[in-house]
């Protein structure tokens, strides 16, 4: 399966602890974005990565928050002391290239639970 | 005003029906269009994308974009058990921001 690849599906963390999210994009594809779906809400943009380059952060949160894609190994959205409101699912999805970013392919997903 | 706005439904036909599911926006820039199925607990599946104004079909989906009216619609014919999920629209520019403005999400359930 070539999909986008995201783990660990499910993750519970305590108020104050770290979060790694991980995603692997579709095989050829070398454009990342996260998003993160709170229930009863829509999908929201939050930072858009090319291979070592943020492209695009304009939707994460300033604090607590940040994104990679180094060069080797998958995209990390990392959540540094976790609160309630954290808890959410978080989507990451794949584009070929910069010129088919309408064309975005989704993981699973990684829901957070925040305790 | 949110820039995608779409009925959250719930929307149940039985099966056979015709489904129409609609999102309207608010950003004239908007210029790709798409519909996304998500079944519960499962990441968003592309289904069409079209861009700027007209139609586009793909087997029983039919996507429909009116730029004049900031209205776009998908209609599913001869609807399936198998269709019961959610479905979002998305949009954006065409150029500049590469991210997506999804709608809410509409709950279609088809009855057998």
């Known amino acids: 399966n070539a999909g986008v690849m995201q783990n660990p599906r499910h993750l519970v963390r305590r108020r104050g602890q770290e979060a790694r999210l991980r995603c692997s994009p579709m095989?050829?594809?070398?454009?990342v974005y996260w998003y993160r779906q709170l229930p009863e809400e829509g999908l929201k943009f939050m930072v858009y990565?090319?291979?070592?380059?943020?492209?695009?952060e304009s939707g994460m949160p300033k604090e607590r928050f940040s994104a990679e894609f180094p060069k080797e190994g998958p995209s990390i959205l990392r959540i540094q002391q976790v609160v309630r409101g954290d808890s959410a699912a978080y989507f990451c999805a794949s584009s070929a290239d910069s010129g088919r970013f309408y064309e975005q392919y989704f993981g699973p997903g990684t829901r957070l639970t925040v305790t | 005003q949110k820039e995608v706005e779409q009925d959250p439904g719930p929307l149940s036909v039985p099966e056979g029906a015709i489904v129409s599911l609609n999102c309207t926006y608010s950003n004239s820039a908007f210029q790709y269009f798409m519909w996304y199925r998500q079944y519960s607990r499962k990441g968003p599946e592309l289904l069409m994308y079209?861009?700027?104004?007209g139609n586009k079909e793909d087997g029983r989906f039919t996507a429909q974009v009116d730029k004049s009216s900031k209205y776009i619609s998908l209609f599913i014919r001869d609807s399936q058990p198998s269709d019961s999920a959610t479905y979002l629209c998305a949009m954006t520019t065409q150029t500049g921001a590469n991210n997506l403005f999804f709608g809410t999400g509409t709950r279609l359930t088809v009855i057998p």
């Open positions: 095989k050829g594809h070398s454009h």
């Open positions: 990565l090319q291979k070592e380059n943020i492209i695009d």
């Open positions: 079209t861009y700027s104004s």
